[in-house]
């Protein structure tokens, strides 16, 4: 016990020392690479991750990755392996790689390394303590390396998936004079609803709109916030002298809408956007308002 | 006085010019009212356009004139109400109801002949 203590305590003082043993340890993995390289693998496969990969592509990832695992333990410098692990990233998320499997594909590397170590050095237990005093912190922060890159590669995909939805922005069409329709599609968050109330308003302003028709067939989901930003749209659309219809809504919104007891009072609601144009139609044909029809107003309306 | 009352036929338009005092909102209010009854008007028209913010008060004062005006009545129409300051409104929760709104004065003109010809506008 204190011999080992003493071992340790040695090793870790000595940098030098450390630095032969990690070269060691680089050429034991070198030497080893091949036995090592598919042990690793089969066991990829065994339990079943990286299942969207065929076995050669994750045969040729797992030498890649090897060999820049050894690479950076040797040299210290991760660089080289973050990029790499950065550009395979950029390759497997698209396909559908969890963040769980990349985890366990590195930790699995760990394990299958360590037990090799175990194996090489059991007939010497100070040793091998040296060894894994060495090879611990390095292999965590190289587990750690690779998988931050794939969580924040997965990220940026995020981030520019949201970017492109956001500029995807909702048009405002017109079917005919005094008549808007406005279909959204997709998620509607707060700064989307925002932005669409503000185009909508706009667009009632320049085309003289009388009746909306906001037609939210491609909306799936929606929550207390965006069912107040539909009420604050319709009612803000109002107070410009507009009428709102809303036309879209599926049983589950409907049902959600209910149970949240959101006050949709404000609201026409339609079944779908054929019943909703014809609504309109209606409204409009009903209403004289408009200056352009003021002139024939001594025309009866039948 | 930064509102100007124009009689146009059986209608009153108040037109505001400028952004309003409280005490020039009491003023106008009162003035519409007395006129409503004394000049035998059907219809208000409230031009809002010029205002960059409809704050509690004046909501508050163009419900009152509405209301007192409907007792006399008269029907009273707000127009002119501006994007951003209907967006403000809704996320302020001011609301103007019952008053019916138009997108400007055009509209709230033809919306008081609507209106005077049977509500729903059926007839001609």
């Known amino acids: 016990m204190s011999e080992g203590a003493r071992d340790t305590a040695n090793v870790a003082g000595d940098v030098q020392g450390e630095r032969q043993l990690l070269r060691e340890l680089v050429a034991y993995l070198r030497n080893r690479r091949e036995p090592l390289r598919e042990e690793w693998a089969r066991r990829i496969t065994s339990e079943e991750l990286l299942g969207v990969m065929t076995a050669e592509e994750v045969f040729d990832e797992v030498t890649a990755v090897y060999e820049n695992y050894v690479d950076a333990l040797e040299t210290g410098s991760f660089e080289a392996l973050q990029a790499y692990a950065r550009n395979l990233s950029e390759r497997i998320v698209p396909r559908g790689v969890e963040t769980d499997e990349v985890l366990g594909v590195v930790l699995l590397l760990r394990d299958v390394l360590a037990r090799a170590l175990f194996e090489e050095y059991q007939g010497n237990p100070s040793k091998l303590n040296a060894i894994l005093d060495a090879y611990e912190p390095a292999a965590n922060r190289i587990a750690v390396t690779v998988s931050v890159s794939f969580v924040q590669e997965r990220e940026r995909v995020i981030r520019q998936q949201q970017e492109s939805i956001r500029e995807l922005s909702t048009p405002v069409l017109q079917v005919r004079d005094r008549l808007l329709i406005l279909p959204i599609i997709g998620v509607l968050d707060s700064q989307r609803a925002r932005q669409l109330t503000e185009q909508l308003l706009h667009a009632i302003q320049t085309s003289r709109a009388q009746v909306v028709v906001i037609d939210v067939t491609g909306v799936a989901t929606i929550d207390v916030t965006v069912a107040n930003h539909l009420v604050q749209t319709v009612e803000a659309a109002r107070l410009m002298g507009a009428n709102a219809i809303m036309t879209g809504l599926s049983s589950e919104i409907a049902q959600t809408l209910v149970d949240l007891d959101v006050d949709l009072g404000v609201m026409r609601t339609v079944g779908d956007l054929q019943g909703g144009l014809e609504e309109a139609e209606r409204l409009i044909a009903s209403w004289p308002g408009a200056p352009p029809t003021r002139d024939a107003e001594g025309t009866p309306a039948e | ?124």
């Open chain 2, 1 to 124: 006085m930064s509102v100007a009352i124009l009689r146009q036929g059986e209608y009153l338009i108040a037109s505001v010019q400028s952004d309003l005092t409280d005490r020039e909102v009491v003023d106008v209010r009162d003035e519409l009212s007395r006129r409503v009854g004394a000049e035998r008007i059907r219809g208000i028209v409230i031009d809002v356009s010029v205002l960059d913010v409809i704050d509690s008060f004046v909501a508050r004062a163009l419900r009152a004139v509405a209301a007192t005006a409907a007792l006399r009545g008269a029907e009273t129409v707000v127009a002119g109400i501006r994007p951003q300051v209907a967006i403000a409104m809704v996320h302020f929760q001011l609301d103007l109801a019952p008053l019916r709104s138009a997108l400007d004065l055009d509209e709230a003109l033809a919306l008081l002949d609507a209106l005077a010809s049977g509500g729903g506008g059926h007839g001609g």
